[in-house]
């Protein structure tokens, strides 16, 4: 059962390395010292709930249902081009201005269930990826400890993503270099 769940942490691990939305939001929040610890438990909860989703047999489903996968895409398509958009478009704010408006605890946690949630990689990555490659093992719960296997790398990256930001602050302090990440990932 162990084997089962490091080929889950390590499947998560080759899925989650990529700088999306996600990621930089909860690297942002860590350089920021903006509730890190909230907002990358919330990350890990919904990414562990729709890990949990997808190998409960959701991949199955949503390939019968192609529509949702539509819907789900519209809506993260839609989230993601206007938070980018506002994100290029609006003037930089000060770090001492943007470290003294924050984020409130519960704006920290919407903000940071909306990237999970709405993003449509999310779903990629968690229900079909994951869920699709737990079919291959016929017992639910082997498929749930691929699952666990999973959501725990996702815990353990939040967790040093936020916590990292605070070492990389020196290189990525620079207004222009954030501004730079943010256009090329489209954040």
């Known amino acids: 059962?162990?084997?089962?769940?490091?080929?889950?942490?390590?499947?998560?691990?080759?899925?989650?390395?990529?700088?999306g939305a996600q990621n930089l939001f909860v690297l942002e929040s860590g350089l920021k010292r903006q509730h890190p610890i909230i907002i990358s438990m919330t990350c890990f909860l919904c990414d562990l709930s729709l890990i949990m989703v997808g190998v409960a047999g959701?991949?199955?489903v949503l390939s019968e249902f192609h529509?949702?996968?539509?819907?789900f895409g519209i809506l993260?398509?839609?989230?993601m081009a206007i938070y980018g958009m506002n994100k290029m478009l609006r003037p930089e704010i000060p770090e001492e201005e943007s470290i003294r408006l924050g984020h409130?605890?519960?704006?920290?946690?919407?903000?940071?269930?909306?990237?999970?949630?709405?993003?449509?990689?999310?779903y990629l990555?968690?229900?079909?990826?994951?869920?699709?490659?737990s079919t291959k093992y016929l017992l639910l719960s082997e498929r749930i400890n691929l699952g666990l296997g999973a959501?725990?790398?996702?815990?353990?990256?939040?967790?040093?993503?936020?916590?990292?930001?605070?070492?990389?602050?020196?290189?990525l302090q620079n207004p222009q270099r954030m501004r730079v990440i943010s256009i090329v990932t489209g954040k």
């Open 1 to 19: 059962m162990e084997s089962v769940f490091l080929e889950g942490f390590f499947l998560q691990a080759s899925l989650i390395f990529a700088l």
């Open 76 to 79: 993260g398509i839609v989230f």
């Open 125 to 133: 990555d968690a229900i079909i990826l994951i869920g699709g490659y």
């Open 67 to 71: 529509q949702l996968k539509i819907v």
């Open 151 to 171: 959501a725990f790398f996702s815990l353990v990256w939040f967790l040093a993503l936020s916590y990292g930001a605070s070492v990389m602050k020196p290189l």
């Open 104 to 122: 409130t605890v519960r704006r920290s946690i919407l903000l940071s269930i909306t990237f999970s949630i709405l993003n449509p990689h999310a």
């Open 58 to 60: 959701t991949a199955s």
